[in-house]
């Protein structure tokens, strides 16, 4: 266990649906991480948040909404995705201002977009 | 903007050997390089990491080797163990503390 829970671990839904994804963090850090994982290609990071506020939207669409309530969640609000979007999307947490950035990653929720 | 991949997305490892993966960079800016592994149905966690001054980091079983001439780096286990297992990749990390993947490579430890 890496300290990072995300729920579902699995999702599938239609492109009219609308769901959301949440992430947990229990070790104290105070920034956290939306990464979209596909198939044979690199991590894509797609938010950042700094102590709640959003310091990073790597162009991501719209359909994805990110929102950071505390320093300690962290949701992903999808809507009218499309079958491209089908992915496993990562939560990562880490510590800003120590001397290096690991990121703790959690498992991750595999999502399938009919 | 930095690039960072593997040379080969599959390597087939007999068990006790020693594996080696590799990684190029294309931009020298990054102050480190971290090394994570992704095992089936599980999010990457960190292995080792190196300073961007340093040419050769050692943990337990795990050697990274940056040569920043050529701008690439290995990691190296030893006596590979079938839970050694999974996807491996390298990122290189900025200034500004952000983290750009490869693309991993895929270990495969045969008995």
């Known amino acids: ?114 | 903007g930095e690039s960072v991949g593997l040379h080969l997305p599959t390597l087939s490892v007999q068990e006790g050997d020693n594996s080696i993966i590799n990684c190029a960079y294309s931009n020298s800016a990054s102050d480190y390089f971290i090394w994570y592994k992704q095992e089936s149905g599980k999010g990457p966690q960190f292995i080792i990491d190196i300073r961007s001054n340093m040419d050769k980091r050692q943990g337990q079983r795990v050697t990274v080797l940056l040569n920043k001439t050529v701008k690439h780096l290995s990691l190296q286990i030893a006596a590979t163990q079938p839970g050694d297992s999974a996807v491996y990749f390298c990122a290189g990390v900025d200034s500004w503390g952000k983290l750009q993947f490869g693309a991993g490579t895929q270990v495969v430890v045969t008995p």
Do not use: I
Request: charged share 20%; glycine share 6%.
């Open chain 1, 1 to 114: 266990e890496t300290g990072v829970t995300q729920t579902p671990r699995h999702l599938v839904m239609g492109m009219t649906n609308k769901k959301s994804l949440k992430c947990e963090q229990h070790l104290g850090h105070n920034a956290m991480y939306w990464y979209k994982q596909s198939a044979k290609k690199p991590l894509e990071l797609m938010f950042v948040y700094n102590f709640k506020e959003q310091t990073e939207n790597n162009s991501v669409p719209s359909r994805f909404s990110p929102e950071c309530p505390n320093s300690s969640h962290l949701f992903l609000h999808l809507h009218t995705l499309q079958p491209e979007d089908s992915a496993l999307y990562l939560c990562a947490s880490s510590q800003e201002g120590r001397n290096h950035n690991e990121q703790f990653f959690g498992p991750g929720t595999r999502l399938t977009v009919l």
